[in-house]
C-alpha cells in the first residue's frame, strides 16, 4: 500500500487523489485486506506503481464498492493487475473508468478473482504483457457486466485482448460494447476441472462469436447481439447513427434515465442491476413463516435518484415505480 494501507477495517474514500505512490510489494495506490464495507467513491487513483498485484489497488477478501471513480495510468511492473487486482470478497465498480492501466502479465486494467458486477463503467486503453489486456477473470470468479464499455486494449501474446476469462470463471455481459481490443475480444478457456460458463446477450462484439477463441468452454451467444460499428468517439460514446443506440435489452428495467431503450456501452441504462440473487432464509417449518429485509437502490447517479417507470411488466404483472430509493420491503 503505497498511498494507503487498510487490514481488517472498513475503509471509505471519497473526493480524493491517490496519485503517484509507490509500493515494494503490493497495491501501488492502496491496499486493502479482510476488510469489511471499505468504499471508494468520487476519487482517483493515478499514476501509481508497485512490482507485484495490482499497481493501482489491491483488494483482499471483504466487500468494495468502486462508484465514480477513475483507475489510470497504473502500472504492475512483474505482476498481475496493473489497475486492479482483486482475490475473493465481493466488488462492485459502478459508473468508472480504468484506463491506461498497465500490467507486466496478466490483466492490464484488472485481475479479478471474487464475485461481483461492472456497471456503467468503461475499460479501455489498457495494457498486459501477457493475457487480457483489459480484464482478467479466474479461478471461480463470478461477474456480471453491464452497460459498460470494454474497448482498445492490448495482450501482449494476443489472449483475449478484452477478457480472458479462465479456471472455472463465470461471466455475464449484457447491454455492453467489446471494440478495437485486437484480433480477440474474448478468450475463454478450460483449464480448470470446469468452467461455468460464459454468455452473452444485447451486446456490440467485434467480429462477433467469431472474435470469441473457446477451448474447451460453450459460448451462450444470447439474443440481441450485433457485430455492426458502434461508431465510438474520443470519449467512446456511440456516435451519431450509431447502431448500438437504443439497441439493449428492451426489458424496462434496462431503460436509459429518459425513458427510452437501453444504449449498449457506459452511456446506456438506468443504473438498476438486475441479477441472480439467493437470500437463505434457513429453517422454516411447516406452516410458519420468516421474514427478511431486502433493500432495493439505484446506482445511478452514485445514489438517491428518482425513478418512474409506470409501464414495466414484470412476470406479466403490472407495476408501478415513483418514488426515491432506496426502498425496503
Not at 475499460?123 to 470494454?150: D, K, Q
Not at 495482450?155 to 460494447?177: F, L, M, P, Q, R
Not at 425513458?259 to 417449518?285: A, H, P, Q
Request: aromatic share 8%; glycine share 18%; with cysteine.
Amino acid at each position: 500500500g503505497g498511498g494507503i494501507y487498510s487490514e481488517n477495517s472498513s475503509l471509505i474514500i471519497e473526493n480524493s487523489y491517490i496519485n503517484n505512490n509507490t509500493s515494494g510489494h503490493q497495491g501501488g495506490g492502496v491496499y486493502i485486506q479482510d476488510g469489511g464495507d471499505s468504499r471508494i467513491i468520487n476519487s482517483y487513483i493515478e499514476n501509481n506503481t508497485c512490482p507485484g498485484y495490482g499497481g493501482g489497488l489491491t483488494f483482499y477478501r471483504g466487500n468494495l464498492e468502486l462508484i465514480g471513480t477513475v483507475v489510470s495510468n497504473n502500472e504492475s511492473t512483474n505482476d498481475y493487475g496493473g489497475g486492479i487486482y482483486v482475490d475473493g470478497g465481493h466488488v462492485e465498480i459502478i459508473e468508472s473508468t480504468l484506463q491506461s492501466n498497465t500490467a507486466n502479465g496478466q490483466g492490464g486494467g484488472m485481475f479479478f478473482n471474487g464475485s461481483g458486477y461492472i456497471s456503467r463503467s468503461r475499460i479501455v486503453n489498457n495494457v498486459a504483457s501477457g493475457s487480457g489486456g483489459g480484464l482478467v477473470f479466474c479461478c471461480g470468479a463470478e461477474t456480471e457486466i453491464y452497460n459498460t464499455t470494454i474497448a482498445e486494449n492490448s495482450a501482449g501474446n494476443d489472449e483475449g485482448n478484452g477478457i480472458y476469462s479462465h479456471c472455472n470463471a463465470g461471466v455475464e455481459i449484457k447491454n455492453s460494447i467489446l471494440w478495437n481490443s485486437g484480433s480477440e475480444e474474448i478468450r475463454i478457456e478450460d483449464d480448470c476441472i470446469s468452467n461455468r460458463g460464459f454468455n452473452v446477450e444485447f451486446s456490440t462484439i467485434k467480429g462477433g462469436e467469431e472474435g470469441i477463441v473457446l477451448n474447451g468452454i460453450s459460448l451462450e451467444w444470447g439474443d440481441g447481439n450485433i457485430t455492426s460499428d458502434p461508431l465510438l468517439d474520443g470519449g467512446h460514446n456511440p456516435g451519431t447513427g450509431s447502431p448500438a443506440v437504443d439497441a439493449g435489452n428492451p426489458h424496462a428495467f434496462f431503460h436509459d434515465g429518459d425513458g427510452s431503450r437501453n444504449d449498449m456501452g457506459f452511456t446506456g441504462g438506468s443504473g438498476i442491476n438486475v441479477s441472480r440473487t439467493e437470500i437463505d432464509f434457513g429453517y422454516v417449518g411447516i406452516g410458519n413463516s420468516r421474514e427478511r429485509q431486502i433493500t432495493i437502490y439505484s446506482n445511478l447517479n452514485y445514489g438517491g435518484s428518482t425513478i418512474s417507470d409506470n409501464a414495466a411488466s414484470f412476470d406479466d404483472d403490472q407495476f408501478g415505480l415513483n418514488t426515491n430509493l432506496p426502498i425496503t420491503i
